[in-house]
């Protein structure tokens, strides 16, 4: 994708045997960063749609080339083994991890590189997932937002832990450290299947939308009745008005 001040957009429909599948992706570079370092992809397989977002870090030349690989090694996937999907996505994430790691040992320029990895597999009237990292998933069913995944934070294990409360955590310093990313040691990623209806909506995220934001105005976007790219639009003026200074990426999938 091209790192200019432009957003990146991303527009299209799909049709299978369950769904005819929307998706609209938009991301923006943050207003005080010189490269944009979030990536995504969405991507129409053999039997289904793959999407995935990732969120680089390590300063911008090696946070942006980590989300790169991440977003690459996600997209050389053509099929995906019915049964074994979620077995099949851990083990491209565990790939993905190795070539990342490999990457920093060779380049001086981003030694300290990783990227937060979220991906989505839709088939049939299941959506299988894989996830590193603060990225999100959401699900938008019945006007209400249930956030799928885990923080993977140092915040959200003291929370866990019962060593802050959620109001602090909202607010704590180590909200910003992540437990896990790709690139940087051993990967546990958490993984889940959800089983999907018609008109669900789908959201990935990067910190960069939801933490300025928070659930209840995501939510109230999501209810205006605006059409895809027009969510998009708004989720991300509203980050930025919330003086949200990260890059913001926001992925939306809609079943109809």
């Known amino acids: 994708m091209s790192q200019t001040d432009a957003p990146n957009r991303f527009y299209k429909t799909y049709s299978s045997e369950t769904f005819r599948i929307e998706v609209a992706g ?33 300063g911008e030349p ?8 991440a977003v690459s090694g996600i997209n050389a996937v053509k099929q995906i083994p019915e049964n074994r999907e979620i077995n099949f996505l851990v083990k491209i994430f565990h790939e993905i991890d190795q070539q990342i790691r490999t990457a ?5 320029d981003a030694e300290n590189m990783g990227t937060t990895l979220t991906a989505l597999y839709i088939s049939g009237r299941s959506a299988y997932w894989t996830h590193v990292g603060d990225t999100r998933i959401y699900l938008f069913r019945h006007n209400k937002l249930i956030h799928v995944t885990s923080d993977h934070t140092f915040a959200k294990f003291l929370l866990d832990e019962g060593e802050i409360t959620p109001e602090q955590a909202k607010t704590h310093y180590s909200q910003h ?11 546990n ?9 018609q008109n669900d909506l789908i959201l990935l995220s ?5 933490k300025p934001l928070g659930t209840s105005i995501i939510q109230s976007i999501l209810n ?33």
């Open 26 to 58: 938009l991301s923006q570079k943050g207003m005080k960063r010189e490269l944009n370092q979030d990536r995504f992809i969405i991507e129409e397989l053999k039997n289904g749609i793959v999407a995935a977002l990732a969120d680089g870090m390590g």
């Open 62 to 69: 090696g946070g942006e080339k980590a989300s790169a690989l």
């Open 104 to 108: 920093s040992k060779t380049d001086h």
């Open 177 to 187: 450290i992540l437990e896990q990313c790709m690139g940087h040691g051993e990967i």
């Open 189 to 197: 990623p958490e993984t889940g299947v959800m089983p999907l209806e």
């Open 206 to 210: 990067s910190d960069g939308l939801h």
């Open 224 to 256: 205006s009745g605006r059409n895809l790219e027009q969510q998009c639009d708004h989720l991300i003026l509203e980050a930025q008005n919330a003086k949200g200074n990260d890059d913001i990426t926001v992925v939306l999938i809609r079943l109809l």
